[in-house]
């Protein structure tokens, strides 16, 4: 068990640096940091200063072994963009906001689809499944950022019972986790549906009917248990990806997180912070799936290298 | 008998909740007469340019909208006439030489904070912000596309506390320019500056404006408050509070205003028009701000530097002029010109809320300008496509020819996109097909423009309302990244040009400058644009604003409160 923890400890540093090398490279494809910041009408010295400034106009690879060196030293660099911050600073200050809403968004997939997927499989071909079909193809097909929009409308511009945009309160919460988790209720409504048919239908099933249990404990207690496995490993891969793929809703929100935070950088090509957000992003990944992992092994001991 | 009683309740408490929420939106609370009827004004922009204080750090004018309501300049540009007024200096005289300007400066200004008044030092250290490579407990080197022009003045001698005179290293008649609010120098406290060092500018810095720097929430908004005594020259402004706040998505910003939650925006011209029909207001600069035209790329005419004998100041360029490109010729370029109907894009695109551009960086209320060029412009450059077919056979190319134009996103110009549009199409009826190539400015279109390499490219763009000397450097005299017509004539007019010390002989040169680009069809101009925003009524009465603070915006202090009862239409 201990080799296996520490081959796939190692299997995922060695993900995290080529990561770092794939984000270091693609950034500097996107164009000079110089042309971004400055504006039109700066001069030929003006860009070389600043290019020497930042040290832009070294040799590639050079800046590549300082940003990693740094990195291991876990100094990220400044951001260019926003002066006086450094860019491990910025994304640590805004993965709060990030987490908070990818936080309500899980708890609304999982509090909505739940049920929905339970109550779906076990009312199969009844107008309960067909609900629960529309709620599936509706999330997978509707945009998110769509989504918002829409929801921004109805509720905050024509109802005004919530605000548009922004971070503060709980009221500011409400609409951009539903945008964000809406695509979420769907998958995992579909993965509970699909599991407990296969499991409705096992042997098991049918003894604890023989056995005289109440239909409810032995959908929601002895069911649901074994059909999680699938819902369960999605949920540690939603979870990541909410937090990394909340770039639209924040955006269309105005949520200030790291999505937010991502596209600003991106747009005012700050290397330091693009990379740092994408790292950070990665090892998340990496954690959530290092986790899913350990937990399968140690859920099925058949799991394990050689 | 219970049921029905509780049916009933439930339905009356449904009804009065379906009344309250569709009863209407709510009215705004009613001032006290002769007040805002909002502590707080809130303005939804769509970018902070910058997220800190510092102006020379990357610095650009755009940034200039947050420090407006708390940093003065020497000169302000007056919303009304567009002329050069008095402000921190109360005037200011050139030498016959052109080689410095005696400035006199206001007396009796506070700095906020108690940093004292504002005299001489304070202008001799605002101007070493910028041009003191070396000034001491400055971190980060000055950067702005005006300082070349703002450090024209090289030393700033005090004769008192209130006098200067500032020296030049070239003639500097457009000195104005440099140090109005257009610009980008600022005047901060040095007593601050050397009690409290630099960091202290992003949290409470020590302006002369009539608000104070209250606080910035990154990427979210500032805050600023209103000052707590009369200002020493706007009195007492409408707002206890302004608040500017950043939404780079235009349904949400346009939502945020329906909904009450900021009380002026920015959205593109459908958007005003429908919320025009609901009741709110649009305000316009009061001049026109920006000049909306397509770029003609490949117009590299100059000599390039050689070995010596270096005509340009940044001559020796990577890029070479294609005479195989079919524009490089003035029939065609004319022929172009006169295949776009500037009527109908003025109308479905700008709602003829736009005026006729005749010569880029050219403006009737700045030197330079001919007033021929409105009389000539119809033939030489209106919409005649025959005239065009005929031109562009005389030029070798009956069937026309190919080429390319950048589709380029600019915020807060999203007509830019349907108008390139629309120039494919006008084009396509004398033959010339454009390929529409979308394109991201700091990836695609900049390196190439750096490099002299835009030789099939068209380009649209929104260059703003400056100084005409520095339209020039910028767009033809080879000063900038952005390499528009260039060639021997130009380059020598511009040399000349920064000779010139006599205003009237100046005034004549940038005339010969502007004809000489119009007559060779430098561009397709189009319009003058002006900066509107959008404003709800019931808050906000009038926003007198010239369009060229730098930022666009600015004059936050002229922002007026809606105090009547009924809405100010």
Known sequence: MQRYIGIRLLQSLLALWVMSLIVFSLARLTGNPMDAMLPLEADRDEYARLEKHWGLDRPLHVQYLTFLGNALRGDFGNSWKWQGHTAM????????????????????????????????????????????????????????????????????????????????????????????????????????????????????????????????????????RNAAIAPLTYFAINASALVTGSVVIES????????????????????????TIVIVFSAVFLAANLLVDILYAYIDPRIRYQ | MQHSRLYKSTLWIVVALLFLTFAGPTLPAQAAEGQAKVDRLVIGLILPFRDYFRPWINGTPDHNIQHDPVMEWLIEIDPDTGKYVPWLATSWKMAPDGLSWQVKLAEGVQFHHGYGEFTAKDLVHSHALWCDEAY???????????????????????????????????????????????ANVMIFSKAQWDKEGEMILETKPAGTGPYLFKERKLDQYVLYERGPTPHWKRGVVDWKEVQMTWTIEEPTRYAQILAGETHMTEVNKDLVDQAVGKGYKLIRSRGPAQQVQIFIGGLYFGTEDKETGRYTEHGGTTGKLDLKVPWTKKEVR?????????????????????????????????????????????????????????????????????????????????????????????????????????????????????????????????????????????????????????????????????????????????????????ENFEIIPLFDVYIEVLVDPNIVADWAFPGWDGGDIGHVWRITACKQEKPCK
């Open chain 1, 89 to 224: 600073g910025l994304v640590l200050e805004r993965l709060p906001a990030t987490l908070e809403l990818a936080g309500v968004a899980l708890a609304i997939s999982v509090v909505l689809a739940l049920p929905i997927g339970v109550l779906s499989a076990v009312m199969k071909d009844t107008p309960m499944d067909s609900f629960g079909k529309i709620v599936a193809l509706l999330g997978q097909s509707l945009p998110s950022f769509w989504l918002g929009i829409v929801l921004m409308w109805i509720f905050a511009v024509h109802l005004g019972w919530l605000p548009t945009s922004g971070r503060g309160g709980i009221e500011r919460m409400i609409l951009p986790a539903i945008s964000l988790g809406w695509f979420q209720v769907a998958v995992v409504m579909r993965l509970v549906r699909s599991s407990m048919l296969d499991v409705l239908d096992s042997e098991y099933v049918k003894l604890t009917r023989i056995k005289g249990l109440s239909e409810w404990k032995v959908v929601w207690k002895h069911c649901l």
């Open chain 2, 136 to 182: 001491p407990g400055r971190t980060d080197m000055p950067s702005s596309a005006y300082r070349k022009g703002m450090c024209m003045v090289n030393r700033v001698e005090v004769v008192n506390d209130h006098e200067v005179v500032m020296h030049c290293k070239n003639p500097c008649l457009d000195f104005e320019f440099y140090y109005s609010e257009g």
């Open chain 2, 334 to 518: 004319q022929a172009m010109n006169k295949a776009i109907n500037r009527e109908e894009i003025l109308e479905v695109l700008y709602k003829n809320r736009a005026t006729l551009q005749y010569v880029g960086g050219f403006y009737p209320d700045l030197p330079g300008w001919d007033p021929t060029w409105e009389q000539r412009f119809p033939e030489m450059y209106g919409y005649d496509p025959d005239a065009a077919r005929e031109l562009l056979a005389k030029a070798g190319y009956p069937n026309g020819f190919k080429a390319k134009a950048w589709l380029v996103p600019f915020a807060g110009a999203p007509e830019l996109i349907p108008l390139v549009e629309a120039v494919q199409t006008q084009l396509l009826e004398v033959g010339i097909e454009l390929e529409l190539v979308e394109a991201d400015v700091v990836a695609g279109v900049t390196p190439v423009q750096r490099e002299r390499r835009a030789n099939w490219y068209l380009r649209a763009g929104p260059p703003s309302k400056k100084a005409v000397e520095a339209q020039i450097a910028l767009f033809n005299g080879g000063q900038s990244i952005v390499h528009s017509f260039e060639d021997d004539t130009i380059y020598a007019m511009w040399q000349e040009l920064l000779q010139i010390v006599d205003p009237v002989k100046r005034d004549a040169l940038l005339r010969k400058i502007g004809n000489y680009k119009f």
């Open chain 1, 252 to 275: 269309v929100f105005a949520w200030p997180g790291t999505g937010l935070l991502a596209i600003d950088a991106v747009r005012a090509r700050d290397f330091q912070v693009v990379q």
